[in-house]
């Protein structure tokens, strides 16, 4: 079955550091991929998606991930986090072959920033 | 132009009662999605509805659980005679169409607590 792996299940880091969230998928085909955050107490939003094209994708607060399909992977990375950047990070990936647009998610990492 | 609401955020209900949960999807919105996370877990797919049919239900356990999506009014999950295991947070998204080239926006949950 297809599938979503984030390897990291809690980072923690102190700010300015920088940060690689890594994610792989299990499916042959063409996928659609993101990466979604969850702020404590609200809902799901999108950090950054990719459908075609650049495989350097850039998302909004200074997010960016890389898509390689090689490697079946889309890490996301931030080159200074923040405080705020504080929350849940979930991948995740719509099947090319899908007529639904459901997303199989991966498990979810939560990243720690320390003042 | 409101986000996804869902309600009511926090839900307890005792073993063996049932639990409603209702989501409005974005306005021009007519695909809906549920997606259910268990602790220590990320979301996992449920069932897809567009207004008045159930497109893609593979996620659905067999029994207790249904889902609407009516004509007029918001989106449905209901869950009969719930037990300890049915404790989750329980997501809604809606999307303009059911692509796969299309992105969803996510409510903000409602955490269902069964003592």
């Known amino acids: 079955a297809q599938s979503v792996s984030q390897h990291n299940h809690h980072v923690i880091l102190s700010e300015a550091a920088s940060l690689e969230l890594g994610c792989n998928y299990s499916y042959g085909g063409t996928v659609n991929l993101f990466w979604y955050v969850q702020y404590p107490g609200q809902h799901l939003q999108l950090l950054l998606k990719?459908?075609?094209?650049?495989?350097l994708v850039k998302g909004i607060k200074g997010f960016e991930a890389e898509f390689i399909k090689s490697k079946f992977s889309f890490n996301l990375r931030k080159p200074s986090v923040q405080w705020s950047d504080t929350a849940e990070y979930f991948c995740?990936?719509?099947?090319?072959?899908?007529?639904?647009?459901?997303?199989?998610f991966g498990q979810g990492t939560t990243l720690q920033v320390k003042p | 132009n409101a986000g996804v609401m869902q309600n009511p955020r926090h839900l307890v209900r005792r073993r063996g009662q049932e639990a409603r949960l209702r989501c409005s999807p974005m306005k021009g919105h007519s695909h809906v999605y549920w997606y259910r996370q268990l602790p220590e877990e990320g979301l996992k797919f449920m069932v897809y509805?567009?207004?008045?049919?159930?497109?893609?239900e593979s996620g659905m356990p067999k029994e207790r659980f249904s889902a609407e999506f009516p004509k007029e009014g918001p989106s449905i999950l209901r869950i009969q005679q719930v037990v300890r295991g049915d404790s989750a947070a329980y997501f809604c998204?809606?999307?303009?169409?059911?692509?796969?080239?299309?992105?969803?926006?996510f409510g903000q949950g409602t955490r269902l607590t069964v003592v």
């Open positions: 998204a809606s999307s303009p169409t059911g692509s796969h080239n299309t992105e969803a926006f």
């Open positions: 995740a990936v719509i099947l090319g072959s899908s007529n639904t647009g459901k997303l199989i």
């Open positions: 509805l567009q207004k008045e049919n159930i497109i893609d």
């Open positions: 990719y459908f075609s094209g650049d495989p």
